[in-house]
């Protein structure tokens, strides 16, 4: 009985000592319409003849609840996972692309070491307008930008930082989503190279995030689709 005794209190002194990991961090997108994302947010906005033109594209006006303690830093991506494998189909005024339509993921943001002390960022505070080349992948005082899916998942075609906005097809069918995360991590920079992805910074981030939260918005330029 005696041994048990102790084994009891040496698991209770153990589960004491080791940091719970908190819930899901509270995420809040400002100026979303209910569940979709803003054409300010945007980087492609419907026209009159229900084609497309370059959007505000300013980064989304973003917020979350203080991560548990021992958080030194967060991380924020924004992935849409919603795109159409054929870019040959793309806004063809002959075409329709179908809601069961073969899909894959589209990176929009990637932004690291975001300091501890910082729970939000302004809209556009990482992307303020149309942008051919996108911003440097650099590191700012909100954090340090990655590549994003329009220089190419394995850089090729990059370098292409900051934030890109939603830009879905407008003879698609399908309503796209963008799924916004929040990572709350232990460390104060994550071990990444010069230029990242987002795969890079899950990989690096593996063991080190305490909690996570995430927001999904949707988007269409497809008057059908919004029916």
């Known amino acids: 009985m005696k041994n048990s005794l102790t084994l009891i209190t040496a698991i209770v002194a153990a589960a004491a000592a080791t940091p719970a990991l908190s819930a899901d961090l509270k ?19 419907s026209t009159p003849n229900d084609k497309s033109a370059p959007g505000p594209n300013k ?8 991560g548990p303690k021992g958080t030194r830093s967060y991380a924020v ?3 849409d996972p919603d795109v159409p494998t054929d870019f040959s189909l793309f806004n063809k005024d ?26 939000t960022l302004a809209e556009g505070a990482d992307g303020g307008g149309p942008s051919v080349s996108g911003l440097p992948l650099e590191r700012t005082d909100h954090g340090r930008r990655g590549q994003n899916g329009a220089g190419g998942g394995n850089l090729k075609d990059g370098p292409h930082g900051g934030y890109m906005g939603a830009c879905p097809p407008w ?40 909690a996570s939260g995430s927001r999904e918005l949707f988007y269409t330029m497809n008057a059908k689709a919004r029916k």
């Open 171 to 210: 003879n698609d069918e399908r309503v796209h989503s963008y799924h916004v995360t929040v990572y709350a991590l232990d460390v104060d920079r994550l071990n990444l190279p010069d230029l990242f992805t987002r795969a890079d910074l899950l990989a690096a981030a593996k063991g080190h995030i305490l």
């Open 59 to 66: 980064s989304l006006p973003l917020s979350w609840a203080k």
């Open 77 to 79: 991506t924004m992935v």
């Open 27 to 45: 995420v809040t997108i400002e100026k979303s319409n209910g569940r979709m994302l803003s054409p300010e947010n945007a980087s492609c906005i």
């Open 94 to 119: 002959d075409k329709a692309i179908p809601k069961d339509f073969k899909r894959m993921e589209f990176v929009h943001w990637v932004l690291a070491d975001i300091p501890a002390s910082r729970t």
